[in-house]
């Protein structure tokens, strides 16, 4: 903070930088690289716009818990595809509180897939990768392969997300879209739409019930298992 920052303003930036009880159930012994990434997001997300400074109180319940514990949904070892990643979100917190899966962040803009590489590597987040470019480009999918799970948050309407997310799912695999109450509608406008993909089986899920006020409510898909080049993404 600035020498000149009001102390009740510099009080309230440091309350809000404490993890959490909740930190420790999500992240384990790696709740002090969570803590790491809400310094990042505080300082660098916010200085290049990637965060509101009003998110900073924020932080920890609204984004990274939000985010992390969604590995509740994904089985061990998993590669995982994380869609328009923007702030890295929910790619690194899944990433912090699963050491386990191996994790593609894919973000188009240049400006965050910037942010994004200083961070894993200020991180040390060695099964974080990340590449630029647009889910839907045939370059970025010819060199990511194919993934387990492909996650996303806030990216777009179901109907646009599933053609951007279904050619990166494996066959078996799961599409799995972090979404608020307007989930289950979702699911009944797009369904038909988001059938041609190849994913179906469409549900609502929570997570994170155990240690959020507010769980974290997700769409999931599974691709079908007809697919060509049901090939893995890259280890």
């Excluded at 990643?85 to 973000?107: F, K, M, N, Q, V």
């Excluded at 897939?113 to 987040?125: G, I, K, N, P, V």
């Excluded at 492909?150 to 494996?170: G, Y």
Aim: proline share 6%.
């Amino acid at each position: 903070m600035p020498p000149d920052t009001p102390p009740n303003e510099q009080e309230d930036r440091e309350a809000s930088a404490r993890p959490p009880a909740a930190a420790e159930g999500v992240f384990g012994a790696r709740v002090e690289v969570a803590s790491a990434y809400w310094t990042i997001l505080a300082t660098d997300g916010i200085e290049h716009g990637l965060m509101g400074p009003r998110e900073v109180p924020r932080l920890w319940d609204r984004h990274i818990l939000n985010c992390g514990v969604l590995g509740e949904l994904i089985g061990n070892d998993a590669t995982v595809f994380d869609v328009g990643s923007g702030a890295g979100l929910p790619g690194i917190p899944l990433a912090i509180a699963r050491p386990d899966l191996t994790i593609t962040l894919i973000e188009p803009l240049l400006r965050r897939s910037s942010f994004l590489e200083r961070a894993t590597t200020s991180l040390d987040l060695d099964n974080v990768s990340v590449v630029r470019g647009r889910a839907e480009e045939k370059s970025v999918r010819a060199s990511v392969g194919l993934a387990d799970v492909v996650t996303s948050r806030a990216v777009a309407p179901l109907e646009r997300l599933a053609k951007w997310s279904a050619p990166l799912v494996r066959g078996g695999g799961r599409m799995i879209a972090i979404k608020g109450s307007s989930a289950a509608e979702e699911i009944e406008r797009d369904r038909a739409v988001v059938g041609r993909t190849g994913v179906s089986d469409l549900t609502v899920a929570v997570c994170g019930d155990r240690y959020l006020d507010t769980p974290t409510t997700v769409i999931i898909g599974t691709k079908s298992e007809r697919v060509r080049g049901s090939r893995s993404g890259r280890r």
